[in-house]
């Protein structure tokens, strides 16, 4: 039987999709191109890598959902409860996110007020420690000269998805359809986060395990921000999932005829 769907329609359907998966494929090729890219410093490159992956599959997300279709409905209905934000995003995954949104806000404020200018006088590159009753300087340190990019990043793509929350909370579609949308945002913005921190994260134990000068304070640092590591590994990956597949881990809790997001 031949299909008589119009490729228009048909492709009108999937536009969100195709959107969220060109912006991870755009963000993964941009974030190749930086990272060879010729610097006399070799983690700048990898900052830029990393800020642009994020920032393509924030944009890719939003794009898609700015091109999902709205179902069309006979007669409208309207509840009287209000619609929250809260309701819509992961009720597991979103505070751990936040969580480290937090962390990374904290280690780069710590980075830059604790960095200190490198033997080529370039601020906010390197930590200078005293070791063996010498001054030694370790990086590279998320200082400001990193953690530039990682702040303009996050004050780009966090108030964009909280405005793009708000907008799907209080507009059209179904409740399944609203939480389809709310968790790809939600991931696309976990997939900005956790990338940063944990890119942050290495930057930290490389530079404190360069020398093994950081001392009893360098090793409790280890020590802590560790776990945030391994913690970013995992909702980095939950967060690819639900950008590329919304509904994925959804769909086994509703056949169960419960809601949860792990």
Known sequence: MLDTVPLQSRFLDHADHYARWSGLAIGIVAAQQLVTMESGDITMPLVFAITAFGLCAVGGVLLGDALTLRPQEAVRTASLAPRLVRDQVPPRMAPLLLLQAASLVTLLVMGAVTASSDPARTAG???????????????????????????????????????????????????????????AITGAWGLLVSSQVLLVVLMIFVALTEKACAGPLGAATIVVICPLGLLSLFTFGWSLVTVVAPRAVDDEAADDGTFDDE
């Not at 010498?134 to 793509?157: E, I, K, Q, T």
Request: proline share 8%.
């Open 125 to 183: 590159r390197v930590i200078t420690v005293t070791c063996e009753g010498m001054r030694a300087s370790l990086g590279p340190w998320p200082g400001l000269y990193y953690s530039g990019p990682m702040f303009a990043a996050l004050a780009v793509g966090t108030p964009v998805c909280v405005w793009a929350l708000r907008r799907i909370a209080h507009g059209p579609g179904d409740d399944q359809q609203r939480r389809d949308r709310a968790w």
